[in-house]
T-cell receptor, first 113, second 112 residues
Framework: QKEVEQNSGPLSVPEGAIASLNCTYS??????FFWYRQYSGKSPELIMS????GDKEDGRFTAQLNKASQYVSLLIRDSQPSDSATYLCAVGNSGGGADGLTFGKGTHLIIQP | EAQVTQNPRYLITVTGKKLTVTCSQNMNHEYMSWYRQDPGLGLRQIYY???????DKGDVPEGYKVSRKEKRNFPLILESPSPNQTSLYFC???????????FGSGTRLTVV
């Protein structure tokens, strides 16, 4: 069975600093990787996807993928209090994700004003 | 507005009383999934569907049924709910699984 591991936190970061969130996965053939943000009581919201080794940037967010190490990370630059949420790492099942996603348990991020 | 709609948002029911949670998407998505989310256990997949009349079990399918008779709808059926099915349920859909899933607003189910 696929496993996706994340540090549950909480991870506390001062406002304006860089928040770094990490994730490891067990299935070497995985091809698609996602970061979701979930506010308390709300549904997960897709914020980043990455498929190739290296970095992918979108605004203040950068996703990093290292398939050799089976490692995915998310960097949030210039952290804002509104970034306080639980961040879920997800990996596509059967490689691509047509049969859904396997999620980590999430990292609770707190941005301190 | 493109969305995944789940109903009801909140439901309290008694053990053994059959219930259905509906899920509908208006994005013409092929792929749909159901998840449950529990404290300390995270999101776990219950069932998924890759097309009309094509469904399969996820990681925690026991006690649940699904159907996919139309592309837009993917209801979750609990034939005889038990207290251990008390959870927050999410439906999600995707045009092409590799591009991520859009989630519904969730259904908080309590079985007493």
């Amino acid at each position: 069975q696929k496993e996706v591991e994340q540090n549950s936190g909480p991870l506390s970061v001062p406002e304006g600093a860089i928040a770094s969130l990490n994730c490891t996965y067990s299935d070497r053939v995985s091809q698609s990787f996602f970061w979701y943000r979930q506010y308390s009581g709300k549904s997960p919201e897709l914020i980043m996807s990455i498929y190739s080794n290296g970095d992918k940037e979108d605004g203040r967010f950068t996703a990093q993928l290292n398939k050799a190490s089976q490692y995915v990370s998310l960097l949030i630059r210039d952290s804002q209090p509104s970034d306080s949420a639980t961040y879920l790492c997800a990996v596509g099942n059967s490689g691509g994700g047509a049969d859904g996603l396997t999620f980590g348990k999430g990292t609770h991020l707190i941005i301190q004003p | 507005e493109a969305q995944v709609t789940q109903n009801p948002r909140y439901l309290i029911t008694v053990t053994g009383k059959k219930l259905t949670v509906t899920c509908s998407q208006n994005m013409n998505h092929e792929y749909m999934s159901w998840y449950r989310q529990d404290p300390g256990l995270g999101l776990r997949q219950i069932y998924y569907s890759m097309n009309v009349e094509v469904t399969d079990k996820g990681d925690v399918p026991e006690g649940y049924k699904v159907s996919r008779k139309e592309k837009r709808n993917f209801p979750l059926i609990l034939e005889s709910p038990s207290p251990n099915q008390t959870s927050l349920y999410f439906c999600a859909s995707s045009f092409e699984g590799g591009y991520g899933y859009t989630f519904g607003s969730g259904t908080r189910l309590t079985v007493v």
